[in-house]
């Protein structure tokens, strides 16, 4: 189970102080909103910001690209310092390339789908991918809630990777807190990405600490039954 605050939830005039707090308070991942204000109506943060966060801590950085054309910025995103990039299905050609591109910079490869997008969408991609998001709010703006109608495109992501013995993770992200993350969890969920539900918490590591207990245990117990 791996616990991802997301970075868009930090204080922004304090990129730096917010990544050391999250390395510090023990974060498995660190969830970075990459937002070009075309594909989603926001804009985030940059390389630059990438970059200058990198030597701060070996977390894994986790760059979740909701941008039309990740193809202008891959290699700068690479170059500072991603380790794994997502790029969504609704791209739709372009999604091979991307994730053949994403490989070939060396990098692990993550496939995001979006709430009003069926599930059957990434099939084609399963065995290219180390991690399939599945969208439980529209990407955009944090702080939204929950969408539970979600629940079951996790346990069908969950279905095919068994089905097909393969080991993508399965990320969730969007209105995360204990009790949504349990739900997901039970759903076949392994990754949280967690913003206001986290870096809200002026406790940020007993704040994962439960997350982290809070699904084993869920999971635990659906896989009891
Ligand atoms: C939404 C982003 C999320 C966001 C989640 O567009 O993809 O990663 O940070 O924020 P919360 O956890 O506040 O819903
Ligand atoms: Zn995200």
Redesign the pocket.
Known sequence: MIIAP?L??CDFGRFADETRRAAKAGADWL?L?I?DGHF?PNISFGPGVVRAIRPLTRLTFDL?L?CTKPEILLESFARAGADLITVHVELGDRVGPLLWKIRSLGKKVGLAVNPPTAIANVLPFLDQIDLLLV?T?N??????PFIHEMLPKIQQAAAWRRERGLDYRIEV????NLATAADCARAGADTF?????LFGQRNLRAAMRKMNLIVRRARAAATER
């Open positions: 997301s868009l939830a969830h909103d937002m989603v979740h909701m969208m709010v990407p955009g703006f944090g702080g939204q992200d969007g209105g995360i990405v967690s913003g206001t539900g």
